[in-house]
């Protein structure tokens, strides 16, 4: 079992920073890869950012040139970085690992950006 906790979420105006944080606990071997989905009120979850062993990054073209995630193998941890932010990227903030093809979700942690 593999156990994901999240940090870093809160309210931010328009145009400010917030930073992710993401730790993986418990039985862990291979967790390739890591990231970071978010789900806003009556939408579906969606890919914001995620990154394999090697560093190879994906962006939501939503985020491209804002957000930047990175991840520290040896600790099993994986950041979001999120600049310039827009009142629609106020969401869930869903950290995930997927592990030997089995996927782990955090609990979640609210990003609100006001306007």
């Known amino acids: 079992q593999v156990q994901l906790v999240e940090s870093g979420g809160g309210l931010v105006q328009a145009g400010g920073s917030l930073r992710l944080s993401c730790a993986a606990s418990?039985?862990?071997?291979?967790?390739?890869?890591m990231g970071w989905y978010s789900q806003a009120p009556g939408k579906q979850r969606e890919l914001v950012a995620i990154?394999?062993?090697?560093?190879?990054?994906n962006y939501a073209n939503s985020v491209k040139g804002r957000f930047t995630i990175s991840r520290d193998n040896a600790k099993n941890t994986v950041d979001l970085q999120m600049n310039s932010l827009k009142p629609e990227d106020t969401a869930v903030y869903y950290c995930?690992?997927?592990?030997?093809?089995?996927?782990?979700w955090g609990q979640g942690t609210q990003v609100t950006v006001s306007s």
């Open positions: 418990g039985s862990i071997f291979s967790i390739n890869p």
């Open positions: 995930y690992a997927n592990m030997v093809g089995v996927q782990y």
């Open positions: 990154i394999n062993t090697v560093g190879r990054t």
